[in-house]
């Protein structure tokens, strides 16, 4: 079987990876990938979202398997195109991907189908959003309607901060054309959770959990990231918590599928925040998430090739996906001044020095004569398992520090408080 992966980032080498493992697979490509996908396909230098590109390559090369990392090619309809051409290909179609698309659309998902989340009002112009915060406490969240590669999301703590972040948006296209409509709502208090789900002809069945830290500082504090590292499972989802989750939130989900006549086939990463309140839903992915994607893979035993297959044909049971016991917990190292400045092109040492059982997932990261070096926000991901969260923290830890670059930046406290 010949695979092409779309993608270049730590979740794509994730993908790659474990994809690789298959004794279905003789050859994979990734597009574009990155210097450590390399080592495991064959990189293609066509860009995700060039979907003529990328659709002439898998019929030239006779691709068998399509598997789509990023949100943009999915939003843009890559599955739509690859299936009228009669090629597999595994991510939600272009209809199914609004949920991450347009957050409009996906608040009103779940209000119109009784999906627990924070109150919201949405705003397409800037005099209404200001006059709109009347209606809010603060904190108030404000997001960006459309794509900002996980990052057009703003807690405000008061009035001004609230006004700036509608003017940034709005006024000053601080995330270009996915900022003209905004969504703003209540702040919630409680613990974040991530359940990345398989979903076959609408039928949702979750993978193991994961924690994800998306601010820049330890003790979450700063700027939204695209995540700064992640463990798995997440210590508070109990078997109890996991069955009111199905029946308040997942069972949901598949009625709106059905009521919309949205056929949904790939992943759904569901954002959760666990309030005194019960579990409220913070955001709908359609793909992988990044970092989630490189502490749930590494614990998957099962076949994700298989699993795919399964998936694309509605065949997939839960019994299909077995787990290792072993926790898993990743560190992302970051370039300095991510996410907003930084510079690529760092020479990026002692990657040979980590321990064998250590997987070290590149993200944003390029080969220039010979030498490895940055070339995104998010450079490599650091992963370890153990019997314990608190061994697998060790172990990241221990081999993060014997790899470097100038500026290179990572939080201290991936898993040290879990709950």
Not at 2 to 31: D, M, N, P
Not at 208 to 219: L, T, V
Not at 278 to 300: T, Y
Not at 332 to 354: C, R, V
Request: with cysteine; charged share 30%.
């Amino acid at each position: 079987m010949k695979v092409l992966v779309i993608g270049s980032g730590a979740r794509e080498h994730a993908l790659v990876w474990k994809l690789g493992q298959s004794k279905e697979v003789t050859k994979i490509y990734c597009a574009p990938g990155n210097a450590g996908i390399k080592k495991l396909a064959e990189c293609v230098n066509i860009k995700a979202e060039d979907i003529d590109k990328l659709l002439s390559f898998a019929i030239k090369e006779s691709i068998d398997l399509t598997v789509v990392g990023p949100e943009a090619p999915l939003t843009m309809g890559i599955v739509d195109r690859f299936s009228q051409e009669g090629l597999k290909v595994f991510g939600p179609n272009k209809a199914a991907s609004k949920l991450e698309g347009s957050k409009i659309y996906s608040k009103d998902f779940m209000k119109k189908y009784n999906i627990p989340t924070a109150r919201y009002e949405s705003f397409a112009d800037r005099e209404s959003a200001l006059k709109g915060l009347k209606d809010f406490q603060y904190p108030v969240v404000i997001k960006a309607d459309g794509l900002a590669a996980g990052k057009g999301v703003l807690i405000c703590s008061n009035h001004s901060e609230a006004e700036e972040a509608v003017n940034d948006m709005m006024s000053d296209k601080k995330f270009g054309e996915a900022g003209l409509s905004i969504v703003m709502e209540e702040f919630l208090d409680g613990i974040e959770a991530s359940l990345l789900c398989f979903v076959s002809k609408n039928k949702i069945i979750p993978m193991e959990s994961a924690r994800d830290y998306k601010k820049i500082y330890e003790g979450d504090k700063g700027a939204n990231t695209g995540g700064m590292g992640c463990f798995s499972p997440n210590t508070i989802f109990t078997d109890e918590l996991l069955d009111h989750i199905t029946l308040n939130i997942l069972n949901n989900i598949e009625n709106g599928f059905i009521k919309e006549k949205i056929e949904y086939s790939g992943v759904l990463f569901i954002g959760l925040m666990i309030t005194k309140e019960g579990s409220k839903v913070l955001e709908f992915n359609v793909r992988f998430g990044d970092p989630e994607a490189e502490v749930v893979l590494v614990r998957l035993e099962s076949d994700l090739t298989e699993i795919i297959d399964k998936t694309i044909e509605g065949t997939l049971e839960k019994s299909d996906l077995q787990w290792t016991s072993k926790k898993s917990l990743c560190i992302i190292a970051a370039s300095g001044g991510y996410p907003f400045k930084y510079e690529k092109g760092k020479i990026i040492n002692g990657l040979d020095k980590a321990d064998k059982d250590i997987i070290i997932f590149h993200g944003g990261t390029k080969e220039d004569n010979g030498h490895i070096c940055t070339n995104g926000g998010r450079v490599i991901a650091v992963t370890a398992l153990g019997e314990s969260i608190e061994e697998a923290r060790k172990e990241a830890y221990k081999n993060i520090e014997k790899i470097n670059f100038e500026n290179m930046y990572y939080r201290s406290d991936i898993g040290k408080i879990q709950i």
